[in-house]
């Protein structure tokens, strides 16, 4: 039976863009190998810690979201234990699961034409006399 989590990786930011990616393939890695399948990988990037962790004032975030079986949890926690580049993690359990998220479509200006065009008929369509005055008033 499997379950859905969520995991959370604080990154030394002392750690170039390339190792970054490295270190968040690498859990990707650890994840999937154990059958387990993921719905969202989101790099949150630089973040001010609220506390200096090691010296450090700043880290790189990156959410995993998940389903696994219960068992690789405890794999996962001592690998991020273990990695000097983690530092810190947080592995939570998701009760409500997850759903693959919908792919966005191309916003399309056509569709939102009608409330558009709507108010700019109404501007357009009013006395360029009176937003001429009404302009002239707010500088006297």
């Not at 604080?10 to 490295?22: H, P, R």
């Not at 959410?63 to 219960?70: S, V």
């Not at 405890?74 to 592995?91: S, T």
């Amino acid at each position: 039976m499997s379950g859905s989590y969520e995991m959370t990786i604080v990154v030394d930011s002392q750690i170039q863009e390339d190792g970054l990616a490295e270190t968040v393939k690498r859990y990707e890695d650890l994840i999937t190998s154990n059958d387990a399948k993921i719905f969202n990988v989101d790099r949150w990037g630089m973040r001010k810690l609220a506390y200096d962790i090691n010296k450090q004032q700043q880290g790189n975030y990156t959410l995993f979201q998940f389903e696994a079986d219960p068992k690789i949890i405890h794999d996962l926690d001592r690998a991020c234990r273990l990695d000097e580049a983690v530092l810190r993690h947080l592995i939570i359990s998701s009760p409500e699961g997850f759903e693959p998220e919908p792919e966005e479509p191309e916003a399309d200006d056509d569709q939102n034409e009608p409330e558009d065009s709507a108010s700019v008929e109404d501007s357009e369509s009013g006395d360029e006399d009176d937003e001429d005055g009404a302009q002239e008033e707010d500088n006297a």
